[in-house]
């Protein structure tokens, strides 16, 4: 053990600020990626130590010169273990994470939240929507955030999510409940567009579906190995789902509907690919790519 490591797992007593601290310094020890919500030690630190003493990572505290209890400090000592030596992410650890400013359970059914349609959502898909929708569909929804990010974002909609996944829809059901959308959000198991209704169309169809090629899977940093691998595969080239989702959206979207995907480094292949369809690559103020867009008369 080195000796930066000593100060976190020999603690005995300690403030939540020197907690924050004694933890960013032994997760910096250790050669981790962050890329499930923060991009450094420090706030992931800061992450499971309010997290691991009972308060919310989302509501800043006015003061962290907060005694830390001993039951509070093992368990951190605990987490911060599983973070550095297993690769776990924060959320698995926690069970809980955020996405368009809402807070959802999250588990090793469906990957961790984390697209830049976030901030597609919070502007109500301006300048893209004519008009508010009346029917939205999350295609490939995981664990639902998109869909109830979405329903809440437009309360006169209808909201349908789907994704072949069983476990991942029994995740999107308790993030549905937890948000009292039962009665509006509908989940469907099956195949893309397969088990939806008949003769449904949307006026917005929004995706964040696998999209990671062979040869990132297999370069892949231990974190990712956590998630479930059905939501990340997308075949040789990344573009196996990607494919169909374009080829049968047309006949699933109203006149004047809107095709949103996000296909972050197979960004490059899918341009490649699908040149003749004009797609228009978004751009975002607070970081991500790889997020397309296409009309229904485009398409």
Known sequence: MSDTMRPLLQLESCTLAQLIEAGSVYLSEHQLVYGHGTDNAFDESAWLSMEACGYSPAQPLDDYNLAVNAGHLARAKDWFQKRAVDNIPVAYITGRSWFAGLEFITDDRALIPRSPIAELIASEFQPWLSSAP?????????????????????????????????EALQLAACNRSKHQLDDRL??????????????????????????????????????????????????????????????????????????????????????????????????FEFGGSGVFLISAEAL
Not at 151 to 158: I, M, N, R
Not at 186 to 198: K, M, S, T
Not at 216 to 231: C, I, R, T, V, Y
């Open 134 to 166: 009346d029917a939205v569909l999350d295609l490939c929804c995981g664990g639902g955030c998109i869909a109830i990010a979405t329903a809440l974002a437009f309360p006169q909609a209808v909201v349908h999510g789907a994704d072949l996944s069983p």
């Open 186 to 283: 509908g989940l469907f198991e099956g195949n893309l567009y397969a088990p939806l209704p008949r003769g449904q169309r949307y006026d917005l169809i929004v995706s964040n579906p696998p999209y990671v090629d062979q040869q990132d899977m297999q370069s892949l940093a231990a974190e990712f190995h956590h998630e479930p691998q059905l939501g990340l595969a997308a075949g040789p080239d990344g573009l196996d789902i990607v494919e169909r989702i374009l080829a049968d959206a047309k006949k699933m979207l109203t006149p004047g509907g809107v095709l949103i995907v996000e296909v972050g480094n197979s960004e490059a292949a899918v341009e490649q690919k699908f040149s003749d369809l004009g797609l228009m690559w978004l751009e």
